[in-house]
């Protein structure tokens, strides 16, 4: 029996159609919440066609809870370099004889443990973890080559303009003692202490408040193994009621600051920032739409006038800062120091023009098909899915947040940005600071 295959024919002299970003229907994937039998909330998304897992635990131990400088940095760093039974070395050779890459970070009110693996390998790995979050020592040994180590980094990264300009911009907004503004010196990295350290371990790990994220191709009786490896630890959620620390905001009573850092230097290090409200203020998810037209991407106004018309730059972006207890909103980059004054004109000419003028139609149509197409990008992956998730949750945030982020970005008005700029882009309210 023959068969005969029908197959249309396309027409090549007719452009398919095009469908704007904002058009299309966004979901957010749901993830499954899971509670161990200490308290401690699994957050899982079982989704993605490759046999790899995301595991993230994070830890109620950021810079916050510092009782001194570096304490929570040095803690959550060193935590992957030896336990009772393993060196630094065994705790790495087991991680890579599995594929395993393991990763550590330190932000200000968390800090985070990150695997990356096959889904396969995830029993071999949980008891390993479980043992570095109950049973790590902090050898003097392993202290001393971090303190080390770190001393050279810093040496090198103070020669930098951008570094110097990062450290002192966060410290002009925030206050120097305050968790968001503090930066550290050499003899913070001298004082540090083996016993400090294990406190704060014991205190914020061993004993600490915890939540999990988990996404991948998730294999069977994995929560049963998270249960088995960490629901008996001495591991408290994420939401235990607890005296809450308090830091103050000092910020510098100067607004314009000049620091020569490097005499010989040809690059002038630019931030021009204002303090700004978090993400439960009703303007944040607006200001984030009036960011994108004023300098949130490369497409932007900022980087339309400074970089491509006057050439003064390589790059210039405007965000709003990626913090839990307060914000801020920064416009950074490097110019030549003899363009470093008419860079920063510019700055405060485009914060003129978005009081004065409203954002046209077609601008702004570009703005949210910009803002939809990046939430689109985001959702494409497991792992890109669990870190919305993450940060909706770490936030004190819920799903009706991101949808609410998407209808603003679709519906706000021109007027409406010119009101915000009215409010926000006002140039007596920004720190400038310039480092060359």
Aim: glycine share 6%; proline share 4%; with cysteine.
């Amino acid at each position: 029996m023959k068969t005969k295959s029908i197959i249309a024919k396309t027409d090549r002299k007719k452009a398919p159609p095009i469908k704007e970003p904002v058009d299309f229907d966004i979901v957010l994937p749901g993830c499954d919440k899971h509670t161990l039998s200490n308290g401690v909330e699994v957050y899982a998304l079982n989704m993605g066609a490759e046999d790899t897992l995301l595991i993230n635990w994070v830890f109620f131990s950021g810079n916050w809870y510092d009782q001194q400088k570096l304490q929570a940095s040095a803690t959550n760093f060193l935590i992957k370099n030896g336990t009772s039974n393993r060196n630094a070395f065994q705790l790495n050779e087991h991680f890579e004889y599995y594929g395993a890459y393991v990763n550590r970070s330190c932000y200000s009110e968390t800090a985070d443990i990150t695997i990356h693996c096959l889904s396969k390998h995830a029993k071999e790995l949980l008891p390993v973890v479980a043992e570095m979050v109950v049973d790590s020592v902090y050898r003097e040994e392993e202290l001393a080559i971090f303190i080390q180590n770190s001393k050279q980094r810093l040496t090198v990264g103070l020669q930098k303009n951008d570094f110097v300009a990062g450290r002192l911009i966060d410290a002009y907004l925030f206050g120097e003692k305050h968790p968001y503004g503090v930066y550290s010196n050499m003899e913070d990295y001298t004082n540090l202490k083996r016993e400090d350290l294990l406190s704060f371990f014991d205190k914020y790990y061993r004993n600490g408040r915890c939540v999990m994220f988990v996404a991948g191709k998730i294999p069977d009786g994995f929560i049963n193994q998270l249960e088995e490896n960490f629901g008996k630890l001495p591991l408290r959620p994420h939401h235990s009621p607890e005296a809450e620390l308090i830091h103050q905001l000092q910020p510098a009573q100067q607004k314009k600051i000049a620091v020569l850092n490097d005499p010989d230097g040809v690059q002038a290090a630019i931030r021009i920032a204002r303090p700004f409200p978090s993400r439960h203020h009703p303007d944040f998810q607006k200001a984030m739409v009036l960011n994108n037209v004023f300098g949130g991407f490369f497409g932007a106004r900022l980087s339309a006038n400074i970089r491509e018309d006057k050439g003064y730059t390589y790059g210039i972006y405007s965000y709003l800062m990626n913090q839990v207890k307060e914000s801020g909103w920064m416009v950074s980059t490097e110019a030549g120091r003899e363009v470093a004054q008419a860079t920063i004109d510019e700055v405060y000419k485009e914060m003129e023009l978005l009081r004065n003028e409203l954002v046209d139609d077609e601008e702004l149509q570009m703005i949210r098909n910009y803002m939809i197409g990046t939430v689109l990008g985001d959702l494409d992956g497991p792992f890109q899915v669990i870190g919305r998730w993450k940060s909706l949750l770490l936030n004190g945030l819920d799903e009706a947040y991101f949808y609410r982020g998407i209808e603003i970005a679709r519906t706000i008005t021109a007027k409406e940005l010119q009101e915000l700029a009215n409010k926000y882009l006002v140039p007596e309210d920004f720190y400038e600071l310039t480092v060359i």
